[in-house]
């Protein structure tokens, strides 16, 4: 919804993704629906097309699973070096409009910033070491680090076990309806949906979360 209002005075930490939030999801989009399809056709035989179809089927069997966000696990189940294909198009990483303005917005502030992704480990050094946002977070928190991912709640009662935050002065930010609801069950109070996360393809429709498109609606 347009016209989001938060008060900073009162939002200590601010937990956020990484990909579809600080980072355009056109890239894993890319890798997971174009570049994988095309490799594995070519080690495998059979038509692109056809590797799409069996590999969407796969995606759909596994999505919201810890499994779904492990490249251990697509690089055992494909017989590729998943890592290493990313790295093959890491070109295509970039930053949101915004995302750098608003994290160092957040520094100056005295936030507490904590990088909360369900990306594997070694794909986000790949697109940490390509955008140099790494310095710009007190702490970087895989769900793999709890075996858990954030769609689950023993994810974020591990989180605040681990780097304890204030239910009611945390800001959430996120771009998946059910990590959001997840939160929302957790008890985070101030919660922010980023409605388009693939800078090439369609925003989401609006949800009963407060949302945006750009960071700079909740700069000004």
Known sequence: MNGVSLDWNRIDTALLDLDG??????????????????????ENGGTEEECRRHLHLSYDDMRGTLDWYCLDYWSDR????????????????????????FLDFLRAEGKQVILV?????????????????????DEIVSSHDFGVPKENQPFWQQLQVLHPFDLGRTLFVDDNLAVLQSARTYGIQDLLQIL???????????????AIHHFHEILS
Do not use: C
């Open 21 to 42: 939030t600080l980072l355009d999801l056109h890239y894993d989009n890319y890798f997971w629906l174009e570049y994988i399809p095309k490799r594995w056709a070519e």
């Open 196 to 210: 388009q996360p693939d800078m090439k393809g369609p925003a989401q429709p609006l949800s009963q979360f407060p």
């Open 78 to 101: 494909l017989n590729l070096d998943v890592v290493a294909l990313k790295r093959e198009v890491q070109e295509k990483i970039a930053l949101r409009p915004d995302a750098e303005r």
């Open 117 to 137: 992704t369900n990306g594997h480990r070694d794909g986000m050094d790949i697109k940490l070491g390509a955008t140099g946002i790494a310095e710009k977070f």
